[in-house]
């Protein structure tokens, strides 16, 4: 059981290219999140989703799309990549109203 | 909109010293708390819980129960050791949505020998 994964670990990018971050889970949960972490900001939430096909807007969704075609995969692009968007990126999933299980996240910077 | 204020950090502590760390929160209706605790380099794990008032949550000797008359969820902890460094995180949940969290800022706490 190897709980929530994410995909690469680290990664550098110039502004403007693109990228998609892969998150996997294998318990079967419903819903998926992708949160990223900056210094003094907390977590803020980008999208997320509450089942296959299904995505929604969290609080800093602009610059990212998402896509959830099987439930166990949830996926964050960058379309174009700019250096605001350098940060760790967390994936995280869970049954409804219960506790959320996260993944190692994915350490991007924008140059 | 529902938020979550923390103590800010860091917190330098001796081992076997109290730790608490404040947390209140702003919610409209009746949210779930959390506590998750961020290891360097690592992602967030769920520490403890509690899902209504007066419940009391606990995990690997940290304390913290669901005040509603104060809207806090303070976390203790009654003496503390090196293995405890890292960031905790305060949480809530509105169980009203979609089971979204809302994360405080963090506050660092490091341990010394």
């Known amino acids: 059981n190897a709980g929530v994964t994410q995909t690469p670990k680290f990664r550098v990018l110039k502004t403007g290219q693109s990228m998609t971050l892969l998150c996997a889970q294998d318990m079967n949960h419903e819903y998926m999140y992708w949160y990223r972490q900056d210094p003094g900001m907390g977590l803020r939430l980008i999208h997320y989703s509450v089942g296959e096909g299904t995505t929604a807007k969290g609080e800093v969704p602009d610059g990212y799309n998402v896509s959830r075609l099987k439930k166990q995969n949830f996926l964050l692009g960058l379309e174009s990549a700019a250096p605001s968007q350098t940060s760790v990126y967390f994936c995280a999933s869970s049954y409804r109203q219960s506790p959320l299980y996260f993944g190692p996240g994915t350490r991007l910077l924008v140059l | 909109g529902d938020s979550v204020t923390q103590m800010e950090g860091p917190v330098t502590l001796s081992e076997e010293a109290f730790l608490t760390i404040n947390c209140t929160y702003t919610?409209?209706?009746?949210?779930?708390l959390f506590w998750y605790v961020q290891y360097p380099g690592e992602g967030l794990q769920l520490l403890l819980k509690?899902?209504?008032?007066?419940d009391k949550g606990s995990n690997k000797g940290f304390e913290a129960t669901y005040r509603k008359e104060t809207t806090s969820f303070h976390l203790e902890k009654g003496s503390v050791q090196v293995s405890d460094s890292a960031v905790y995180f305060c949480?809530?949940?509105?169980?009203?949505?979609?089971?979204?969290?809302?994360f405080g800022k963090g506050t660092m706490l490091l341990v010394s020998p």
């Open positions: 949480a809530l949940m509105d169980l009203t949505g979609y089971s979204t969290l809302t």
């Open positions: 509690a899902t209504k008032a007066d």
């Open positions: 919610a409209t209706g009746y949210p779930s």
